[in-house]
């Protein structure tokens, strides 16, 4: 038996422990921490004699710390085998239900500037209709869903905060832990990563990474191929420095970076019709070795890429791209939840035998507000033995 197997405490017997914050400026801050061990029934001695670095009268022994993996210990001292590498069968998520942050009249008025919609804004009880329908759909193919009770208003250091239902923003969960973005595509994204860090502190989620210093990379809104590779573009989304901060956390964790181009735009964005934003926008991977693509939006090289490792390229047509349906998500393989429309997506996706669940999300694709993938932050992922 490895010593991870003899620390571990059921999941069950967790127990809630408050404690609080008292800042300088006199306020306090509620908090809980998630322990692995029920204080009523904690047997400090017991708990020693099972730690292979313990002897009695003896120093611990360093070493073996220092020979443990995080990944190993994650669900023991942080809840949950945090991680939603590749595209397996997924199990929680965290998502945030629309509110007044989403409507505002200058997104209209300046739509270009918001990456908005010049149709106006959306009605708020369609648009929270339509994202409960889509929680509903998640949450009766077992997916535990994590909501977010976003601040009302959400002002940030360069006006409103925008898009705080684009839970994909919130980051990259992978491996046991979380990569934090540094938003590229609107300045009124930024001040969500205050609000999201928060979040996956309350959920216990480890941060492997802020993106800093000039590098931009928003990784939660990419794609993976398998649970060992990844992939996210350099686009208005991405620079080189923030792809290279991504790629030193995924090869210490084991993964692969793939780099795919896409295009951006400059003086206007053609009502949408102009380049592209995240990889979740041109590729989604539906089942294992085929991927739904739009390939007027990637290098050819990706698409060498592709067909290199043996992947069947399902292609959206351009008139179906703004149908949304590449902005799915994959609930295990060969089964994706997706936006109604793209009949010609549809049918393909079902000839090469991917069963779709479709959802009305028009209100929120009609104001530009988010897509399905978008309005996700993917937290666990059942991973290979």
């Not at 990569?179 to 996956?200: A, F």
Request: contains cysteine; proline residues 5%; glycine residues 10%.
């Amino acid at each position: 038996m490895s010593a991870q197997t003899e620390l571990q405490a059921p999941t069950s017997t967790r127990e809630a422990v408050p404690f609080r914050v008292r800042t300088a400026d006199g306020e306090t801050v509620e908090l809980s921490y998630s322990s692995p061990r029920s204080a009523a029934t904690h047997d400090e001695r017991e708990v020693l004699e099972t730690l292979p670095w313990f002897e009695p009268g003896k120093p611990l022994r360093n070493h073996m710390l220092h020979e443990t993996d995080f990944y190993d210990e994650v669900e023991q001292i942080w809840g949950r085998p945090w991680g939603a590498e590749g595209i397996g069968t997924l199990r929680e998520v965290l998502v945030s239900r629309p509110t007044e942050n989403e409507i505002r009249p200058e997104y209209a008025e300046e739509w270009q500037y918001y990456y908005s919609s010049a149709s106006g804004n959306a009605d708020l009880g369609r648009l929270q209709a339509q994202y409960d329908e889509y929680y509903a759909v998640l949450e009766s193919n077992g997916v535990r869903v994590n909501y977010i009770e976003p601040p009302v208003p959400a002002i940030g250091a360069y006006g409103w905060i925008k898009n705080l239902v684009t839970l994909a923003g919130g980051g990259l969960v992978v491996h046991g832990g979380a990569v934090l973005h540094r938003y590229g595509l609107g300045s009124w994204q930024r001040g969500r990563e205050v609000i999201w860090e928060k979040v996956l502190a309350a959920l216990q989620v480890p941060i492997y990474l802020t993106i800093h210093g000039t590098g931009i990379c928003e990784p939660g809104a990419g794609r993976w191929l398998d649970e060992k590779t990844f992939v996210f573009n350099e686009s208005v989304v991405a620079n080189e420095e923030g792809l290279r901060q991504l790629e030193f956390v995924l090869a210490n964790l084991g993964i692969e970076l793939v780099v795919c181009h896409s295009p951006g735009w400059y003086d206007s964005t053609g009502h949408g019709n102009i380049g592209t934003s995240h990889m979740d926008m041109v590729m989604m991977t539906v089942d294992e070795g085929k991927v739904l693509l739009a390939p007027h939006l990637v290098n050819y090289g990706f698409v060498r890429e592709l067909l290199n490792r043996g992947y069947e390229i399902i292609e959206v047509p351009v008139e179906e791209y703004w149908d949304l349906a590449l902005n799915g998500v994959t609930l295990s393989p060969g089964k994706v939840v997706m936006n109604a429309g793209s009949p010609t997506v549809l049918r393909e996706l079902e000839r090469h035998d991917v069963e779709v669940i479709q959802v009305d999300f028009s209100e929120s694709h009609r104001f530009a507000i988010a897509g399905l993938h978008c309005a996700t932050l993917e937290l666990v992922r059942d991973q290979p033995d």
